[in-house]
Nanobody, 110 residues
Framework: QVQLVESGGGLVQAGGSLRLSCAVS????????INWYRQAPGKEREFVAS??????SYLDSVKGRFAVSRDNPKNTVYLQMKSLKPEDTAIYYC?????WGQGTQVTVSS
């Protein structure tokens, strides 16, 4: 079983930055394939970013503003978010296969 714990969310003004963390523990020996998703009020959960040995992938609307990275010794994956917009407001989730974290709230005020 894999545990994923997100942190780093909060309230920020438009144009600001946040860095989310996803701490990974349990029955996994790799951070390969970690995904970030988000779910805004009244909307379906959507893919935001992923990281693997072959590189990173991003939702079109966050390209150039978000960057995913990982620290293997710390078993942690990060999502650096800059130039935040009100439409980025959502609960952000970390995912690996069928495992999900509890989410962290990001609120961007205009």
């Amino acid at each position: 079983q894999v545990q994923l714990v997100e942190s780093g969310g909060g309230l920020v003004q438009a144009g600001g930055s946040l860095r989310l963390s996803c701490a990974v523990s349990g029955r996994t020996s790799t951070l390969d394939g970690i995904n970030w998703y988000r779910q805004a009020p009244g909307k379906e959960r959507e893919f935001v970013a992923s990281i693997s040995e072959s590189g990173a992938s991003y939702l079109d609307s966050v390209k150039g503003r978000f960057a995913v990275s990982r620290d293997n010794p710390k078993n942690t994956v990060y999502l650096q978010m800059k130039s935040l917009k009100p439409e980025d407001t959502a609960i952000y989730y970390c995912n690996l296969l069928w495992n999900w974290g509890q989410g962290t709230q990001v609120t961007v005020s205009s």
